[in-house]
């Protein structure tokens, strides 16, 4: 249960951190959903749980708090939390294919760009305007450095980007600063070298082979406008779906 802080995300360019409760509320979503915690779980005790995690008590009751809403955490006075694991539960990291080898882990993000630029030649279409707005950042999960990401949006979708606005969870950003949802999305995994634009805290060097997503985002009327791609370290890393309740 013991995690560490985000001091590593926080060594790359401005990013927005979501707020602890939020952070500790994902965590668990996706622990849950890997099976690292099981249905029937019983949570350690709250004071107990809030030193493991670095945080506190108060801090971690508003987390168990919106898991309760959720449905995912059982709280019996007297007796403690336990977990009620369930499907489809609404998380701001639900589109989050990449895991701990071993399942979950805190999803945090260092922005290493942000640009307005044109479209990659080689990507499929999304959106109609000739620019994108492109991202570069360094994934974590759990605090170690897990992928490289290239998010691009549609130019047209945004005429101005703050960087010190841009959110951990990208998608939360655009929910929130820009007024788009990505309603759906498709993956194509592969494998393809790392790029030459990466970071320090990258374990894999250019060139190197890396677990590879290409990705296009769509709105809720099925309009394409954004396009990703994410070279993974699977030496940290694993891609994973979940279909249905199995």
């Given amino acids: 249960m013991a995690r560490g802080g985000s001091a590593g995300p926080s060594e790359g360019g401005p990013s927005a951190a979501l707020p602890k409760y939020v952070q500790i509320s994902e ?6 959903a890997a099976g690292r915690l099981a249905d029937g779980t019983r949570l350690p005790p709250e004071r107990e749980m809030a030193e493991a995690l670095g945080t506190a008590v108060g801090t971690l009751r508003k987390a168990l708090e919106n898991l ?3 449905g995912l955490i059982e709280r019996v006075h007297g007796s403690g939390n336990y ?11 639900a589109m989050l294919r990449l895991e701990r080898i071993g399942g979950g882990g805190l999803p945090t993000a260092a922005l290493l760009s942000v ?5 990659p030649a080689d990507a499929p279409a999304f959106g109609a ?19 490289l990401e290239e998010i691009w949006l549609d130019g047209a979708r945004a005429a101005h980007i703050d960087p010190t606005e841009v959110s951990e969870s990208l998608y939360l950003f655009y929910r929130e600063r820009l007024g788009l949802i990505i309603m759906s999305a498709t993956d194509q995994v592969n494998l393809a070298p790392v790029p030459g634009w990466g970071d320090a805290r990258f374990a894999m060097p250019a060139g190197a082979t890396a677990g590879y997503v290409e990705r296009i985002g769509r709105d809720p009327g099925g309009q394409a406008i954004e396009f990703s791609r994410t070279w ?7 891609y994973i ?3 249905g309740k199995g």
């Fill in 27 to 32: 965590m668990l979503i996706r622990d849950i």
């Fill in 68 to 70: 309760a809403k959720k």
């Fill in 83 to 93: 977990v009620r694991a369930r499907t489809d539960v609404a998380s701001v990291y």
């Fill in 115 to 119: 640009e307005r630029r044109p479209k």
């Fill in 129 to 147: 305007d000739a620019q994108g707005w492109r991202f570069r950042r360094l994934r974590f999960l759990d605090d170690r450095p897990a992928a």
């Fill in 232 to 238: 993974f370290d699977p030496s940290e890393v694993v």
């Fill in 241 to 243: 779906s979940r279909l």
